[in-house]
């Protein structure tokens, strides 16, 4: 049995992984201050063996009482209503939860996985975007908040893995989606789930051309488990590589959801991105992953959970 901290445990993804690792016969310490996780999330872990939870900043000084394996990074704001509103939060966590986490990892001899984003690469001028690609960011505009603290924080990773020694996984995750998403986070699929399932219009911004690649959670937590137990130390994507664009996928959700209400266009957020989708070779030939979980099916799931948080 390994010891495992996950911060940013209560989130959408954190509380996934929680529950893989217990499933795995894993001891996880989930840690979170519920910023934007939820203690919804994680309710049907506590009482259960192996699962301790600690309500924490991991912006300030963390302690771990007795080993830790693997120390896993994923606490920071991640939709744009959240880091916009929390510009300074997400700066923090990217950089001081970072170099805080690192040092816990440091410390215990723990091996480390750090939760980055395609947003790294920005407004991408390569498609699709590979883990070689250094990116289009536009450092000051209002989403450098999350892009840079997240190229921050892989520079940090870096550091600790050559002049430490520390040893270091960096995942690149794509969008996702799956249940314990945020209601009203703003990004494209729970808006289109919420809205729809109210009877709302739609709402598409830009002319809906932009593209994205869409990955159920469950493969996505499977990708992250099989990085962290690889030997892999440089930046590897994890998600689908299908493309569809948006307004595609909001007539997709509004077939599955029988909605009748149209579709509304508003104008295009500032550096949103014209396109979006992983090479994943890479994961493909180290990892022997690749999405399993069809569209549809990933959509029905996650369409039960939202119709009933509604």
Known sequence: MARVLITGGAGFLGSH??????????E??????????????????????GFTF????????????????????FASPASPIDYLEKPIQTLKVGSLGTH????????????????????????????????DYWGNVNPVGPRGVYDEAKRFAEAMTMAYHRFHGVETR??????????????????AIPNFFTQ??????????????????FCYVSDLVDGIYRLLMSEETMP????????????????EIKRLT??????????LPEDDPKIRRPDITKARSLLGWEPRVPLEEGLRRTIEYFRAAL
């Open 28 to 49: 996880v310490i989930c840690v979170d201050n519920f910023i934007t996780g939820s203690p919804k999330n994680i309710e049907h872990l506590f009482g259960r063996e």
């Open 196 to 213: 729809a399932l109210r009877g709302e219009d739609v709402t598409v911004y830009g002319d809906g051309s932009q593209t994205r690649s």
């Open 100 to 131: 805080k986490t690192l040092g816990l990892a440091k410390d215990k001899k723990a091996r480390y996985l750090i939760a980055s984003t395609s947003e790294v690469y920005g407004d991408p001028l390569v498609h699709p975007q590979k883990e």
């Open 54 to 73: 600690v309500k924490l900043d991991v912006t300030t000084y963390i302690h771990v009482a007795g080993p830790l394996d693997y120390v896993l990074h």
């Open 258 to 267: 029988g909605t009748k209400a149209p579709i509304e266009l508003r104008p």
């Open 17 to 26: 992984l929680c529950d893989l690792f217990l499933a795995r016969g894993h």
């Open 236 to 251: 590897t994507n994890i998600g689908n590589p299908v493309e569809m664009t948006v307004l595609q996928f909001a007539e």
């Open 170 to 187: 960096i995942v690149r995750i794509f969008n996702t989606f799956g249940p314990r998403m945020q209601i009203d986070d703003g990004r």
